[in-house]
């Protein structure tokens, strides 16, 4: 008889056809623990409903999701309701709930709370206790594991941001049993050389079993003991461990720690640029006011200088030269302004210009006569004239009237 070979397709849907038709599986009660909780964008729940045991994957679609009254968290313990069936892309089984109710908290967030309550109480969470991150760190030691996603973004992140640290790898298993040990033991071995200005500790994202190791108390204790700074880098921004409260900061992702623990370099040749600019404009300006502190001492030694003071008396005098030129010339044609005036009044005082107009002036004996009383008959009269005089004796004297 010829073997007929079966496509894995054809399995997986076989298979969910005799989930989907017994009747078994239609509606059963589940009890578990949530691990690994998402609500998507949509609405849909996924997590894992999990006891000492097994485990089974969960899908509360959006619709019913709404039903439920209170917000799932990883730890709680629950009652579900709904049908187990196949998922054919991975073939494995599920079982998606119309129900859930709340059981209380579950033992692993119960010791979450417990723990932190008490460390609180003692003072690792303490402010005052927590110490300054380095600005400009030259060694950033990472404790986590070599093969995790964590390193790579933290490595990739660093030579991005800030290529001129150095970083050291710290090997660690972050999962498990052995795990909290050795990340006490790499964080003790971190501070014993101390090359590391600071130290991010952590993991990628993952349930509540998986981080942890960074829920025990002698993680805690190590963190706290450090001499060295320390980042907090576990898991996603949602997820919150013991780690996180005790470490000097906290980030949500490592890939947070790294932009944490380094400065931009672009920032920084922004603030270089910045700063050499301020710098050389102090500089002009520091030079202008050298420059105009010489000139001014430069003019005061001239005027100190006795060449300078003769040039100075020499410009005065020219100056006053030049004004009392000018009151001078002044003067003058005052002075001659009023000789013309006063000539004028005696051309017309002047008697021999007015025997130019015809007049002449009659005298005896050198005695001008004005009065016909003054003269006498047979006296000898000298009447001057423009051009000459004339001598003549007086026949008969004639009063106006007679």
Same mark, same amino acid.
């Given at each position: 008889?010829?073997?007929?070979?079966?496509?894995?397709?054809?399995?997986?849907?076989?298979?969910?056809?005799?989930?989907?038709?017994?009747?078994?599986?239609?509606?059963?009660?589940?009890?578990?623990?949530?691990?690994?909780?998402?609500?998507?964008?949509?609405?849909?729940?996924?997590?894992?409903?999990?006891?000492?045991?097994?485990? !089974?994957?969960?899908?509360?679609?959006?619709?019913?999701?709404?039903?439920?009254?209170?917000?799932?968290?990883?730890?709680?313990?629950?009652?579900?309701?709904?049908?187990?069936?196949?998922?054919?892309?991975?073939?494995?089984?599920?079982?998606?709930? =119309?129900?859930?109710?709340?059981?209380?908290?579950?033992?692993?967030?119960?010791?979450?709370?417990?723990?932190?309550?008490?460390?609180?109480?003692?003072?690792?969470?303490?402010?005052?206790?927590?110490?300054?991150?380095?600005?400009?760190?030259?060694?950033?030691?990472?404790?986590?594991?070599?093969?995790?996603?964590?390193?790579?973004?933290?490595?990739?992140?660093?030579?991005?941001?800030?290529?001129?640290?150095?970083?050291?790898?710290?090997?660690?298993?972050?999962?498990?049993?052995?795990?909290?040990?050795?990340?006490?033991?790499?964080?003790?071995?971190?501070?014993? @050389?101390?090359?590391?200005?600071?130290?991010?500790?952590?993991?990628?994202?993952?349930?509540?079993?998986?981080?942890?190791?960074?829920?025990?108390?002698?993680?805690?204790?190590?963190?706290?003991?450090?001499?060295?700074?320390?980042?907090?880098?576990?898991?996603?921004?949602?997820?919150?461990?013991?780690?996180?409260?005790?470490?000097?900061?906290?980030?949500?992702?490592?890939?947070?720690?790294?932009?944490?623990?380094?400065?931009?370099?672009?920032?920084?040749?922004?603030?270089?640029?910045?700063?050499?600019?301020?710098?050389? =404009?102090?500089?002009? @300006?520091?030079?202008?006011?050298?420059?105009?502190?010489?000139?001014?001492?430069?003019?005061?030694?001239?005027?100190?200088?006795?060449?300078?003071?003769?040039?100075?008396?020499?410009?005065? !005098?020219?100056?006053?030269?030049? @004004?009392?030129?000018?009151?001078? @010339?002044?003067?003058?044609?005052?002075?001659?302004?009023?000789?013309?005036?006063?000539?004028?009044?005696?051309?017309?005082?002047?008697?021999?210009?007015?025997?130019?107009?015809?007049?002449?002036?009659?005298?005896?004996?050198?005695?001008?006569?004005?009065?016909?009383?003054?003269?006498?008959?047979?006296?000898?009269?000298?009447?001057?004239?423009?051009?000459?005089?004339?001598?003549?004796?007086?026949?008969?004297?004639?009063?106006?009237?007679?």
């Amino acid at each position: 008889m010829e073997e007929r070979y079966l496509t894995v397709s054809a399995l997986t849907k076989y298979i969910k056809y005799k989930f989907d038709h017994d009747h078994h599986l239609e509606e059963v009660l589940l009890e578990g623990e949530i691990s690994n909780f998402k609500h998507n964008s949509r609405g849909h729940f996924y997590f894992t409903l999990k006891d000492d045991g097994a485990a !089974i994957s969960v899908t509360m679609f959006s619709s019913f999701a709404k039903t439920v009254s209170f917000e799932p968290k990883d730890g709680m313990k629950v009652f579900v309701k709904g049908n187990v069936t196949v998922y054919e892309p991975s073939g494995t089984y599920q079982i998606n709930i =119309k129900e859930m109710k709340s059981d209380g908290i579950g033992d692993l967030y119960l010791a979450f709370q417990k723990l932190k309550a008490e460390l609180e109480k003692e003072g690792y969470f303490s402010l005052d206790h927590k110490k300054k991150i380095p600005p400009y760190p030259e060694c950033i030691g990472v404790i986590t594991s070599p093969t995790g996603a964590a390193i790579r973004d933290i490595i990739h992140t660093v030579g991005r941001r800030y290529p001129l640290t150095k970083l050291i790898l710290y090997p660690a298993i972050v999962q498990g049993v052995d795990a909290k040990d050795n990340i006490v033991e790499q964080i003790k071995l971190a501070n014993e @050389q101390g090359v590391c200005d600071v130290l991010i500790v952590g993991r990628g994202g993952g349930s509540i079993e998986d981080l942890w190791a960074f829920n025990e108390r002698v993680v805690a204790m190590a963190i706290y003991d450090s001499r060295i700074p320390i980042i907090s880098a576990v898991g996603h921004e949602i997820d919150f461990t013991i780690a996180d409260f005790v470490a000097d900061l906290r980030a949500a992702t490592p890939t947070a720690a790294a932009e944490l623990a380094t400065p931009s370099i672009e920032v920084l040749k922004g603030n270089v640029l910045y700063y050499v600019e301020r710098m050389t =404009k102090l500089l002009h @300006q520091k030079l202008e006011n050298a420059r105009l502190y010489v000139a001014n001492i430069d003019r005061r030694i001239d005027s100190l200088n006795p060449m300078t003071t003769l040039k100075h008396k020499e410009q005065l !005098i020219k100056e006053y030269s030049k @004004q009392l030129n000018l009151l001078m @010339q002044r003067i003058l044609l005052e002075k001659k302004s009023n000789f013309r005036f006063m000539d004028a009044k005696l051309q017309a005082l002047n008697p021999l210009a007015i025997m130019d107009k015809g007049y002449s002036i009659s005298s005896v004996n050198g005695e001008i006569i004005t009065d016909v009383e003054k003269v006498h008959a047979k006296d000898v009269l000298k009447t001057q004239m423009k051009n000459g005089y004339i001598i003549s004796e007086i026949q008969e004297v004639k009063k106006n009237g007679n």
